[in-house]
């Protein structure tokens, strides 16, 4: 079983996403390649969109977490399918301006918000900005007065919810260097400066507990956190909040042991529990807003590699090497994460052969998997991994001076390039 439904084998036994021939898409574009496809992307929007009609009313709004896989066509794929848009850097957002992004669909995080990029989301009237700390929220408010704007704020809050996931992508606990802690009563003291603030409008509160989460109950248990503290805001300073941010982080199948919750099972759980809450705690039900990133990007992307070499340590590894690694997908050196492989021109056959699939990088942690099954590897083959498309192509880096690939989108059978090969010449250009 291949981890996503948009995979499958054709006749000749090779590899095809959304029905092309991967080893087609490998010979026209070369490698590494990454490939995402639209159709896979719109489907998990929409699923979503309808999850949050369906068991919410439609009062809220899906945000794609733009973090996960960032590029201009993305956004206008976001924008058509009437999506917001979660940014957290200058870079981000000026992408998502490029593209035409309507700006009030926007969050803006980041727990360290350079003064320039508060400019740029004060002039380019961005929804909402996330503010992270006390500092972020006089410096906000004394721009928004000398650009004689008003900005709509949340606050991030830190729910004190412990998500069972990587310690470095766990967000929700208290020693996190992201957003208010509630139990210090720093969270209330935020409230009660932005309610006095002239230049900010306090919309809503926002939490994320983590990513790459499977469980259901942190998400419910972040919720009644969040409305136990709304209802604190509203019987202590008579403020109603009318935005509550659930953040994203729903797990998604990289390998068969993944098991994710189809995402409108958290959406009917997740609004079961505010509306519960609401109830018993009397306020009102907030405009809830989520901020999928992986399981959007993640499941429509694979990456295309040519195997090298093949080198067999007799009584020790076999080292199958490709070119590319963690330039292009540092997950495995930062979080030792799991996907699943397939050569692209053997995926008929049976994987029999025990390999560890490295890199081209000057790092012997340059892996990309440790120990896995393959289809009897060769040079010359092209390896797949399956499920990268989200925090691989937004996290690569230039290390080893290796060009960053470019970006296929499919759809509909064909294939357009959405982000060019980095060519030698672009590597160079801010050289002096
Ligand atoms: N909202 C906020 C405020 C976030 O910080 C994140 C992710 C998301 C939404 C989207 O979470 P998702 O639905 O994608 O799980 N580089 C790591 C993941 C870091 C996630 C950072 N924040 C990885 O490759 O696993």
């Known amino acids: 079983m291949l981890v996503s439904d948009n995979l499958g084998v054709n006749e000749k036994g090779n590899l095809t996403i959304g029905g092309m021939d991967t080893v087609e898409l490998a010979n026209d574009f070369g490698t590494p390649l990454y490939v995402m496809d639209e159709e896979k992307i719109v489907e998990s929007c929409r699923k979503f969109k309808s999850s949050m009609d369906k068991f919410y009313n439609g009062n809220g709004m899906v ?33 998502a301006i490029s593209a035409g992004f309507p700006t009030d669909k926007i969050c803006f995080h980041g727990n360290n918000k350079t003064d320039s990029e508060l400019t740029l989301a004060l002039s380019y009237g961005v929804g909402r900005i996330v503010v992270d700390n ?37 967000t929700g606990q208290i020693d996190s260097k992201f957003g208010f802690a509630l139990e210090t009563g720093e969270a209330f003291e935020a409230v009660k400066l932005s309610c006095e603030s002239e230049n900010v409008t306090l919309k809503g509160l926002h939490c994320h507990i983590g990513s790459q989460i499977f469980e259901l109950e942190p998400f419910c248990a972040a919720a009644e956190v969040m409305l136990k503290f709304i209802a604190k805001i509203k019987n202590e300073l008579g403020f109603e909040i009318d935005d509550l941010d659930l953040g994203g982080g729903f797990g998604i199948k990289y390998v068969e042991d993944n098991k994710p919750l189809p995402y409108e099972v958290y959406m009917e759980k997740v609004s079961e529990r505010v509306k519960s809450c609401c109830d018993e705690l009397k306020v009102k039900m907030p405009y809830i807003i989520i901020e999928p990133g ?25 080292y199958v090497s490709v070119d590319g690694g963690m330039c292009d997908n540092p997950r495995y ?34 892996l990309l998997g440790k120990d896995i099954m393959l289809q009897n590897p060769q040079a010359g083959d092209t390896l797949a991994v399956l499920a990268t498309g989200a925090y691989n192509y937004s996290m690569a880096s230039n290390y080893n001076r290796i060009s960053r690939p470019p970006v296929v989108m499919i759809s509909g059978g064909k294939a357009r390039v959405i982000v060019k090969r980095e060519s030698l010449e672009d590597l160079i250009k801010n050289d002096v």
């Open 63 to 95: 945000c794609y977490a733009s973090k996960a896989f960032c590029c201009k066509e993305m956004c206008r794929i976001m924008a058509k399918e009437g999506m917001g848009l979660d940014v957290v850097s200058e870079g981000e957002l000026f992408t």
């Open 134 to 170: 006390l500092e972020e929220l006089k410096r906000l408010s004394e721009l928004a007065g000398k650009l004689h704007k008003k900005s709509n704020i949340m606050l991030r809050i830190k729910p004190g919810i412990d998500a069972h996931t990587h310690s470095f992508i766990m």
């Open 294 to 318: 992986r399981s959007i990007a993640a499941p429509a992307g694979i990456t295309l590699y040519k195997i090298g070499s093949v080198k067999e340590i007799p009584g020790v590894r076999n």
């Open 333 to 366: 050196i930062l979080y030792q994460s799991e996907y699943d492989f397939e050569i692209a021109n053997k995926a008929s056959k049976a994987k029999d052969y025990k390999c560890t699939v490295a890199g081209k990088c000057c790092e012997s942690g340059d």
